[in-house]
């Protein structure tokens, strides 16, 4: 009997904002089978480690610069259809698309994080 799978049918992202009162992401994820509802919010942290994610600012007067309206269309338009039917259980296969794939720029560590 194959293993099922649950694969990735819509990732919506919004700007929200954080505890801080900072605009920042949140994005629904819902899978095709089950058909389930996963929503994660990232405020960003204070700490910059070589692990950590870049932030992607919309450096625009509104908010002072600090919206993630440019981060939010990136997920909607480029990373939500390009993660769309992957296997959420394969994270290290989504990793390697949005690192390798849809980023592809290095550090002197290799592939950023």
Known sequence: M??????????????????????????????E???VLFRAAVPSGASTGIYEALELRDGEA???????????????TIIGPALTGMDVTQQKAIDAKMVEVLDGSKNEWGWSK
């Open 2 to 31: 194959a293993k099922p799978t649950c694969t990735i049918k819509t990732l919506h992202a919004r700007e929200i904002y954080d505890s801080r009162g900072n605009p920042t992401v949140e994005v629904d994820l819902v899978t």
């Open 33 to 35: 089978s089950p058909q």
């Open 62 to 76: 509104r908010l002072q610069g600090k919206g993630v309206l440019k981060a939010v269309s990136h997920i909607n």
